[in-house]
């Protein structure tokens, strides 16, 4: 990978103006124009120019809250129109900002300007959801085409509304989501588990993280069998379990003072490349497979956004980073693994990997007593086939942290949906030679009963489990214009925001029915 983070290259300075654009400026070449709802046009720029193109294209005009419109004004000014209601969902918002920044972006501007109108609520609201999107879309990620172009953009200017942060939560998220992007772009050859974990490493020092690497040798050693099963196809011994500890500062207790408060655990499933092992996937399945280490990547992106914000929740984050090759070590069906909490489990089917490795990830999370666990995985296909590729699924142990799982993604702009965790499908993961079945060959509800395999490692605690189906979505989802969505850091960051208030995950241990 190149040596500098692209993450970290071009979120361009924001330049704050308190009055309202009332006149298009001679310089001004690249113009977003927010509007509230309605038909009426407010205080919104008295530019004959504008008005004149929009009476022409006046049914246009009266659909800026379904389309934005685009207009090239003579003198070079290209404007982006929209009107966005608060009462909107965030994801329709986010949807509507990124079309219209589309085409203004795509002229890689040196300069944006965004004018937002309306009472001072809605401008500050919107201004901020705007600046989020324009950063999430410049953001220069990687591309080894020999012609590539990076972003020229270095100045956003915003009129009418105010920030005294400088949209410090925006600018966060829009890191953390671009560092989760630009790991699950970077090719196998790239992003093995030991140039990963060296990465991993790197962040950890650069942001001061703790980290802690549990090796193939010491997992051998703690009897980490189910991980040690997916690994042993590699042949590098290069897999590892990775522990980076983020201490919540507190304020007025001496520089370096750390919360003592219980952690959130954030565990990542970080499969490379998945070839299904000795159950081999064909070629359309394999392809993008690089993509299956996404949901480490997601909790590295909320573990820097929670970083930059300084958030005042401690954070354990463990990372599954292995690969699923085709060897003669390779794990294969009828094996009895044991388990690190020393359940065995009878293999049923090698691509089912995901599974195992975070089991025994899992499990040492659990062995921490968090206060909450979390795990973000690409986890089944029939997640996807459930809900196709615009939302991801959520399955918890406690009704309270699958409900607050759900109003998170409402408020972030990442959908989830919650499924149930019956105790009934337990049945179709009964062995007779094992205390479980990792899977079962027919597939039939897979995203549930792979939430059954995960719930017999966490201990009881009070557990979340997110199946990333939108890690990827042909030309973009919600703010996000590329295919790699980075879906879950905002998602995220939002859940960790709504258990530190108090939204505890203290519910019944019943599945959301």
């Not at 927010?34 to 504008?50: F, I, T």
């Not at 009107?83 to 965030?90: F, H, I, N, T």
């Not at 337990?426 to 059954?452: F, M």
């Not at 214009?481 to 980075?486: A, E, F």
Request: with cysteine; net charge neutral; hydrophobic share 45%.
């Amino acid at each position: 990978m190149a040596k500098q983070s692209h993450t970290e290259a071009h979120f361009p300075k924001l330049v704050e103006q308190a009055d309202t654009l009332i006149q298009r400026p001679p310089r001004t070449r690249h113009l977003l124009t927010v509007l509230p709802a309605g038909k009426d046009w407010h205080d919104a720029p008295e530019h004959s120019l504008a008005l004149m193109a929009l009476q022409r294209q006046r049914k246009k005009a009266d659909a800026l809250g379904k389309q934005p419109l685009t207009l090239e004004l003579p003198g070079g000014c290209l404007t982006s129109w929209l009107r966005l209601d608060a009462r909107q969902s965030a994801f329709e918002r986010q949807t509507l900002l990124r079309k219209a920044l589309k085409p203004l972006l795509d002229e890689q501007p040196e300069e944006l300007e965004i004018a937002v109108f309306g009472d001072t609520a809605f401008r500050a609201a919107m201004a901020r959801e705007a600046v989020y999107v324009a950063w999430l879309n410049n953001a220069d990620l990687p591309n080894w085409k020999a012609d590539r172009t990076p972003s020229a953009l270095t100045r956003i200017v915003v009129h009418g509304a105010k920030s005294r942060d400088g949209m410090a939560r925006e600018r966060a998220l829009a890191e953390g989501n671009s560092l989760c992007r630009e790991l699950t772009i970077a090719p196998p050859n790239l992003l093995a588990p030991a140039s990963y974990r060296a990465r991993i490493r790197a962040l950890a020092e650069q942001h001061g993280w703790a980290i802690e690497e549990y090796d193939m040798k010491r997992l051998r050693k703690l009897k980490a069998g189910a991980f040690v099963a997916v690994a042993r196809g590699s042949g590098h011994e290069d897999a590892a379990i990775v522990r980076l500890t983020y201490g919540a500062p507190v304020m007025g207790e001496g520089k370096g003072a750390r919360s003592k408060a219980k952690a959130i655990a954030l565990v990542g499933k970080g499969i490379c490349f998945d070839t299904g092992g000795h159950n081999l996937k064909p070629a359309r399945y394999m392809h993008n497979m690089h993509d299956d280490m996404n949901g480490s990547a997601v909790a590295l992106g909320i573990l820097l956004a929670a970083t930059r914000l300084k958030l005042k929740t401690n954070l354990e984050v463990w990372l599954a980073i292995a690969q699923n090759h085709l060897s003669p070590e390779a794990y294969t069906q009828n094996e009895i693994i044991t388990a690190l909490n020393g359940v065995t489990i009878e293999i049923v089917h090698t691509d089912a990997e995901g599974r195992m490795v975070l089991a025994d990830t899992l499990t040492l999370a659990a062995r921490e007593k968090p206060a909450t666990i979390i795990d973000f995985a690409t986890l089944t296909g029939s997640m996807a086939v459930a809900l196709g590729e615009r939302m991801s699924g959520a399955i918890a142990n406690r009704d309270d942290l699958a409900a607050q799982a759900v109003a998170a993604g409402l408020a972030s702009g990442e959908r989830v949906v919650a499924f149930p965790l019956p105790e009934d499908y337990d049945e179709a993961l009964d062995s007779q030679v094992a205390d479980i079945k990792q899977c079962t060959l027919e597939g039939e509800a897979d995203h549930i009963l792979a939430a059954r395999f995960l719930s017999r490692f966490v201990d009881d605690r009070p557990w979340l489990h997110v199946d990333l189906s939108s890690s990827r979505c042909k030309g973009g989802l919600g703010a996000v214009g590329s295919d790699v969505t980075g879906f879950g850091v905002a998602l995220g960051l939002e859940l960790l925001d709504r258990l530190a208030a108090g939204h505890s995950a203290h519910g019944t241990a019943a599945a959301v029915r």
